[in-house]
């Protein structure tokens, strides 16, 4: 089989969310404040995302970790397409800050250069990406729309 599933993680899942995350230097996640999924592949999990609620207005996408063992089958994919198409927070812009060689790739979900004011914490977290020597490559600040 396959078919990668992704499903909203449960809230027994998020001492393991927060492993998966410490173990590449992602913040951990709150669930009451996220939107947090799952990737399966073949009945084990393959990777995990997330929206982070900002305010009423503002969500950011991010999180997107695929495990080494299943880099370059559709897997990041599976969980952008999912959390684009089940995004909770309706009528909200969503704000990407990916590496710049991710930008076709956010790109084809219609991620693009924000034109549109973003909040203090996105403004800031981009800053801190591009100036705090911990990426040696350039984060992006992109954004869209979600209005359903």
């Not at 990668?4 to 995350?21: L, M």
């Not at 947090?36 to 991010?62: M, N, P, S, T």
């Amino acid at each position: 089989m396959n078919t990668i599933i992704v499903r909203k993680a449960e809230k027994e899942e998020i001492d393991w969310v927060n492993t998966q995350y410490k173990s590449i230097d992602f913040k951990s996640s709150n669930f009451e404040k996220e939107y947090i999924v799952v990737a399966e592949k073949d009945g084990k999990k393959c990777g995990l995302g997330r929206l982070v609620k900002i305010d009423e207005q503002h969500v950011e996408l991010g999180g997107i970790y695929v495990f080494d063992a299943y880099r370059g089958l559709g897997v990041a994919d599976a969980i952008v397409h999912f959390l684009c198409n089940h995004n909770p927070f309706l009528n909200t812009i969503v704000w990407c800050l990916p590496f710049e060689n991710l930008k076709d790739f956010y790109g084809k979900f219609g991620f693009d250069t924000h034109t549109l004011t973003p909040p203090k914490e996105v403004v800031e977290k981009h800053e801190w990406c591009n100036t705090s020597g911990i990426y040696s490559k350039k984060v992006l600040l992109l954004s869209k729309p979600c209005n359903s």
